[in-house]
């Protein structure tokens, strides 16, 4: 990995290659419905949509009215965008070449 985590630890590790050995949406669903808070899905997912929306360049308004996403998560998403691990790049990325297939 030439990435190396200031996160880096065994459990964590562990953790990701949980996560790698899904196989699909239901798998997805099954795990995280057991893992995560009904809380913590719908905030990991409204963070995503924020990342999206931000990569395509809309205002922060338009953001909150769409995602209901506070001010404070959306800078939060942005300064991840500009300054963070490029995770959401490579995802949304990814997702984007998914779509257009």
């Not at 949406?25 to 809380?39: A, L």
């Not at 909150?64 to 995770?87: F, M, P, Q």
Request: glycine share 2%.
């Amino acid at each position: 990995m030439a990435y190396e985590s200031k996160f880096k630890r065994q459990d964590i590790d562990e953790l990701f290659e949980a996560i790698l050995t899904l196989r699909d949406q239901e798998d997805c669903y099954r795990f995280f419905e057991d893992i995560c808070t009904i809380n913590e899905i719908h905030a990991i997912a409204q963070r995503l949509q924020v990342a999206k929306l931000l990569s395509e360049k809309k205002t922060y308004t338009e953001i909150e009215a769409a995602t209901k996403a506070s001010t404070a998560t959306i800078s939060r998403i942005n300064k991840c965008l500009v300054y963070g691990a490029d995770g959401y790049k490579r995802v949304l990325e990814r997702l984007g070449s998914k779509d257009e297939k």
